[in-house]
């Protein structure tokens, strides 16, 4: 009668043959050896990440711009007198708030903005006039009166708050924005001469935000 050839179940590991060995580890550790594996790299990641992740020191947001990137040399060389690194900053743009670009404040992308500005992700704000007035009511941008010099007072851009119908008052109107085309040396183009420069009601960088602004008034 033939012998019934055992399992590698049934052998034990010392009786096995070297290809049999091979075959049980395959079969046994790949699985829980590739977890380990995935495991390790996802924590080598998370570490990597928390060392070499960088606080932001300024951000840039152009609103309905296009494809007018001429505004950038004037972060660029910001960032470069006062030695903030490549990756401490960011200019970025976003479709909020026109017919000609998706909608106003009610879209899912004026709602994205609003959100965007609560939670403090914006330093520096460009935008169209109207887009600028329309988040200006709702006191979304900062008081400038205190943070440009004395002769630019009188070239803010005051809008009066919506009526607060919980506390029955109406807000004092805020100063809290600049015609770009107002500003010596700014781009020439249809859309600079539209927009406005407004810094956020819930800066990041309020420090930074406010030196850029007051650099771009004293060129």
Known sequence: ??????????IPFSEMTPAQKRS???DYWSKPALVVIVVAVMLVSLIHS????????????TVDS???KSFTPYVEQFVSENGIPEDQYVVGD?????????????????M????RLQAGSEDIIIMPESVFLEYATSGYFLDLTGV????WQ?????VDQRYDEVEEVQPDPIACGIYMRDIPGMPDTPYYQDAVIAISYYPDNQDYAEAFLNSLLKK
């Open 66 to 68: 296009g494809d007018d």
């Open 94 to 110: 976003i479709v909020v708030g026109t017919a000609a670009t998706g909608g106003g404040t009610g879209s899912q992308a004026g």
């Open 50 to 61: 928390m060392v070499s992740s960088k606080e932001m020191l300024l951000s840039v947001t």
């Open 154 to 158: 009188d070239q803010l851009i005051s």
């Open 112 to 115: 994205a903005f609003y959100v």
């Open 1 to 10: 009668m033939k012998q019934r050839e055992r399992s590698k179940d049934e």
């Open 24 to 26: 049980y580890l395959v």
């Open 148 to 151: 440009v010099p004395q002769e």
